[in-house]
């Protein structure tokens, strides 16, 4: 079945890196994605990786997939005050129809000056 | 080009009216896709469409329908409003669904049932 895990909270300096992380439980190929959801608002896309690949950069974005540990970081390096959010993870299975999404529950970043 | 546009925003109803969602996908877009986000669930499946059709629900009662007309644009419905409808309601397009599309989501429709 599906079902995705993420820690609750993340306190971080600004400057520093920060690393946000994600376990996800089906054993089907998927895809997997990373959001941001700021206060009042909807959900950004940030990035998504295919669950063969092992690591996707995308400026200060670094995704890296465990696919034996079934476990997905985030990692934003220099980490700004902007970045302040709620970061999900979420896992949709290729070849199903309807391109349902399964979140997490969501990280609460909070990045101190 | 336009994202993802909701509406309305906001509103407040009361318990046992019925409510209206409307969502807009990104042009091009056909496949339309909607969340229900609270505190206590996190963010659920609703239910998606293409072409107008209905492919993938989740597990929410009958009270929760959807549609989507022919140029795309969707809306969901909620009948006999509860205090526990009281949520984020969020909607995703993707070009044609298939897993691997990239999914954008709207800004939501803050939904408060009194």
């Known amino acids: 079945g599906e079902d995705v895990e993420q820690s609750l909270f993340l306190s971080v300096r600004e400057g520093d890196s920060s690393v946000i992380n994600c376990t996800y439980t089906?054993?089907?190929?998927?895809?997997l994605y990373w959001y941001k959801q700021e206060p009042g608002a909807g959900l950004q896309l940030l990035t998504y990786?295919?669950?063969?690949?092992d690591m996707k950069q995308d400026q200060r974005l670094t995704v890296l997939l465990n696919k034996k540990d079934k476990h997905l970081s985030l990692r934003i390096a220099d980490t700004q005050t902007g970045d302040s959010a709620i970061y999900f993870c979420a896992e949709s299975i290729k070849g199903a129809a309807g391109n349902k999404l399964t979140f997490g529950g969501g990280t609460r970043v909070l990045v101190k000056p | 080009k336009a994202g993802v546009t909701q509406t309305p925003r906001y509103l407040i109803k009361t318990r046992g009216q019925q409510v209206t969602l409307s969502c807009s996908p990104i042009s091009g877009h056909r496949s339309v896709s909607w969340y229900q986000q609270t505190p206590g669930q996190g963010l659920q499946f609703l239910f998606e469409?293409?072409?107008?059709?209905?492919?993938n629900k989740g597990n929410f009662p009958g009270r929760f329908s959807g549609r989507q007309f022919s140029n795309s644009r969707s809306e969901m419905n909620v009948s006999t409003l509860e205090l526990g409808d009281s949520a984020l309601y969020l909607c995703?397009?993707?070009?044609?669904?298939?897993?691997?599309?990239?999914?954008?989501f709207g800004e939501g429709s803050w939904l408060t049932v009194v």
């Open positions: 089906d054993s089907s190929s998927t895809y």
């Open positions: 990786i295919f669950s063969n690949m």
């Open positions: 995703a397009s993707s070009l044609d669904g298939a897993s691997g599309n990239t999914i954008y």
């Open positions: 469409y293409f072409s107008e059709t209905q492919r």
